[in-house]
């Protein structure tokens, strides 16, 4: 029997699949320890890594057949260690795409209705008598608005589906023209020009060294007062501290966010606003797309150790593994 490892206690009904295999598993909403992971690791076949993975780990384990990452981003994983010690390393991108469309259209929805700011103002005055007056607490209409999209993947494409049904234009920036079937009739510009135009930009790209930081003061100044920011994909993507001050300063009129440029940190300045609504990193927190996870990190898992190249390699120089 192999020995597989997973260093989160995730929901792990799904991961019966890989019976009869030994599933080294914490406790729900518990994590192993590093100490404990160098323990373990190096008698482990198999890696799935849910947070931080880095070269002391991948040292750890180098008789692993994959490391697999639990879901689309990989950042957080050392891909040059693993590349150099000959660990192939993989992510299951697919299964995280409806999840976080669908909360990336939430935090759209809420922030430009001022859903959570309405709520806590109900709840403080007790009736709608105060909130609800002609002229008062009125949102914004996504209908005719223009929607940028800045990352024309998987989980952008299908926002850009979501806000063509709702009737909004939809224009994206991306390395290269995707095709239609991709982009629908979404027009391609260069960032700048969508930062111009854009009602709503909402995020949608890898963290690399090209996107970190890539929305800061200058870019933040080329956005409509009246538009809103969306980041559902990184929060290093974006410099905390200048979106604050745009949003202080009445330069943007508000932002939606699931990640954050510290985490699990949340800047004290965008608690402070009311045009802001913030999640704590649920883009794909459902239990059906975590059962879904936990299906595709199986499958993954067996065809490496029958080995079967895993689809969605990121350092597929390195297959199949000397071991």
Known sequence: MAKILITHGVPAERFRFLRPHDVLLPEP???????????????CDAVVACGPFDWQLMEAAKHAKLILS?????????LSAATELGIPVGNIPDSVTETTAQLAMALIFAVTRRVCELD???????????LFTM?????????????????????????AEFGRFIGMR?????????????TGNARHLPMEELLRVSDIISLH??????????????????????????NTSRGKQVDESALA????????AGAGLDVFEAEPEVSERLKKLENVVLTP????NTLRTRNMMAERCCENILDALAGRKPPNLLNPEVWPPNR
């Open 29 to 43: 909403g518990q994590a192993f320890t590093k100490s404990e992971l160098i323990a373990m690791l190096p008698e």
């Open 70 to 78: 639990y879901g689309a981003g990989y950042d957080s994983i050392d």
């Open 120 to 130: 806590r103002g109900l709840r403080t005055e007790g009736s709608t008598r105060e």
């Open 135 to 159: 002229g008062r607490g009125m949102g914004v209409l996504l209908e005719g608005m223009t929607l940028g999209i800045v990352g024309m993947g998987r989980i952008g494409s299908r926002v």
């Open 170 to 182: 939809v224009v994206y920036s991306a390395h290269n023209i995707k095709p239609f079937l991709v």
């Open 205 to 230: 790209c890898p963290l690399t060294p090209e996107t970190k930081g890539m929305i800061g003061t200058k870019e933040l100044a080329l956005m409509r007062p009246t538009a809103f920011l969306i």
């Open 245 to 252: 001050e745009a949003l202080e300063s009445g330069k943007l």
């Open 281 to 284: 990193h649920i883009g794909s």
